[in-house]
Every structure is written in C-alpha cells, then in structure tokens.
C-alpha cells in the first residue's frame, strides 16, 4: 500500500525535496500539491492547485512548506 501525500508549497526548494524524495520511493505517491502558479503543474509531474482543499482531497498526508500567512489562509 502506498502512502499518498499532498504538497504546500510544491514548487519551493523543500516542496521539490519532497516531491523528489517522494518520487524516488514506491511506498509515496503524490496525490498534489498547492502552489500560486498552476502552470508549474506540468513540470513537478503531479496536479498544482491554488486550493489547498482540492490539493489534498485524495491524500492521506498534508506537508506543508508554506510562509506562515499561507498556512492560516489555507486553514
């Protein structure tokens, strides 16, 4: 069984950690992410969303490397 995770802040240098590491390892699979451009969707590999909700609707872990102002406006 794999582990799906969603990724705030997908596109920033711990969220491209993540994705890698996540990507590297048959027991993740990313379900997306959150990011302010969409377009970068295509190139993490996995569906960007301005909408933290929809983001992780088909996770089962939420990480977050977000500024602090977009952790409480997700919340």
Known sequence: MTLSIAIAGAAGRMGQAIAAAAGAD??????GGTERAQALGALCGFALSTDAAAAAANAQ???DFTTPAATLDAL
């Open 26 to 31: 048959p027991r993740f699979s990313i379900a």
């Open 61 to 63: 872990v939420w990480i």
